[in-house]
């Protein structure tokens, strides 16, 4: 999963920050469109005029972290050389990343059921006896999408396929939530999904903590992405599956096609790209075929 933008807070939040001590400074209109502008052109999130009060209090609680006056300081912070690690964290305090395990059944019933198997048959097909299928969770957020993927196929693919090979890369722009997902160890929110047996196989209890086994956790590799940078997305090719579910949906139509055409490059033929429930390439994107699977929807390269 996911990047979402955060849920709309109480302006008050900001008084109670300011009665903390940060300073009592508001954000000009004008800052705040240099600050959109300069958001929208690193990451492709677009804030509209009436969440101007969100970004507020986010900056401004990462200008008081830094020590710093003004919004026009911090502003200068991330635009200069000396401000390129804070960028990650600058994302991730204006977004929220929202997932657990087992969180899209459907589309992980058909990606079971239906699209793995004929991708492995096609290339088996053409000779391929131990063929490597490449599985890609972009915005993987702390890792649940990627290791449920790897639980699946432990359990359902592998003992039918014995002989294909599987490489699962989870990639995020967030490198805290990276690091979570590199530990591979979660709370009961994260697991609340999960089969009493399947909690039992592949994880460990420690207090209110679970850990995941190493058998899984060494199936995926998690690296730092900006979906939006098309330089760093050319490196992602000969991918076989896509999940990027609930992105797009903060994306402006511009930003959309940027980042749906980078997805579209990244795939093999014959390749599938499963989007959010909520979200759609109508008026996006021509050159996916849109598939009707069981109960999900996946686009497919042709």
């Known amino acids: 999963m ?19 001590g940060m300073p009592h400074v508001l954000m000009s209109d004008s800052i705040f469109m240099q600050y959109r502008d300069f958001i929208y052109t690193k990451s492709g999130i677009y804030f509209a005029d009436n969440k101007k009060y969100l970004l507020e209090a986010r900056i401004a609680q990462r200008f008081q972290s830094h020590r710093l006056n003004s919004f026009e300081d911090y ?56 063929p490597t299928i490449t599985i890609w969770s972009a915005a993987s ?22 002989t294909v090979k599987f490489r699962i890369i989870g990639t995020d722009i967030s490198n805290s939530v990276l690091h979570t997902a590199r530990s591979g160890v979660y709370k009961n929110y994260a697991i609340r999904q999960v089969a009493p047996d399947i909690l039992t196989r592949y994880f460990t209890q420690h207090d209110n903590l679970y850990h995941l086994k190493p058998s899984i956790k060494s199936m995926v590799s998690f690296h730092s992405l900006n979906l939006f940078d098309s330089s760093a997305m050319a490196s992602m090719m000969n991918v076989d599956l896509i999940f990027c579910c609930n992105v797009l949906i903060y994306f402006d139509t511009e930003s959309k096609r940027k980042v749906v055409n980078s997805l ?16 759609s390439l109508h008026g996006v994107s021509q050159d996916f075929k849109l598939v009707h699977l069981q109960k999900a929807l996946v686009y497919k390269k042709e």
Not at 12 to 20: G, K, T, V, W, Y
Not at 141 to 162: N, R, V
């Open 141 to 162: 957020s702390s890792g649940e999408e990627a290791h449920t993927i790897a639980i699946i196929l432990t359990e359902k693919i592998k003992p039918i396929f014995p």
């Open 264 to 279: 579209y490059r990244s795939l093999n033929k014959g390749g599938m790209l499963f989007v959010g429930y909520s979200e």
């Open 75 to 130: 502003l200068s912070l991330i635009r200069s050389p000396a401000g390129t690690s804070e960028l990650p964290i600058l994302y991730e305090s204006i977004t929220i990343n929202e997932t657990y395990f087992y969180r899209s059944p459907q589309q992980l019933e058909v990606m079971e059921k239906v699209i793995l198997p004929d991708l492995i048959r096609a290339k088996m097909a053409k000779g391929d006896t131990s």
């Open 2 to 20: 996911a990047l979402e933008l955060p849920k709309p807070l109480d302006p008050s939040i900001l008084n109670e920050a300011f009665d903390r």
